[in-house]
């Protein structure tokens, strides 16, 4: 699976923006996919999955109620719509795919096997 993840920017803080990651080179249905950040000088953090086909969802506490993560299988594209967001969601953005994980282990970066190449996100005061 090859990810691309696009659709970051410079915003201000309170205002939305959408992350897109588009995926080719193998089949996307039935993957468990994830999105995780790192800002400067900290660990890459999990941000929001889901859960293969279940649409099932998981997000961190710090974007809960206000970032949603979706796919559209038909598309194979993978989506992080932002909301609210604030000066602390600066960061790195990546997309990552797992096609092994178990349930217990969605949100650990090492649990994905395949990763985007990340796109930047920054949030002004």
């Known amino acids: 699976v090859q990810l691309q993840a696009y659709g970051g920017g410079l915003v201000q803080a309170g205002t939305s923006l959408r992350l897109s990651c588009a995926a080719s080179?193998?089949?996307?249905?039935?993957?468990?996919m994830g999105w995780f950040r790192q800002a400067p000088g900290k660990e890459r953090e999990f941000v929001a999955g889901?859960?293969?086909?279940?649409?099932?969802?998981f997000y961190a506490d710090s974007v809960k109620g206000r970032f949603t993560i979706s796919r559209d299988s038909a598309k194979s594209t993978l989506y992080l719509q932002m909301n609210s967001l604030k000066p602390d969601d600066t960061a790195v953005y990546y997309c990552?795919?797992?096609?092994?994980?178990?349930?217990?282990?969605?949100?650990?970066?090492?649990?994905?096997?395949?990763w985007g190449q990340g796109t930047q996100v920054t949030v002004s005061s």
């Open positions: 990552a795919a797992a096609p092994r994980i178990i349930l217990s282990q969605v949100r650990v970066a090492s649990s994905y096997d395949y």
């Open positions: 889901i859960w293969r086909n279940s649409g099932n969802t």
């Open positions: 080179g193998s089949s996307f249905v039935g993957v468990t």
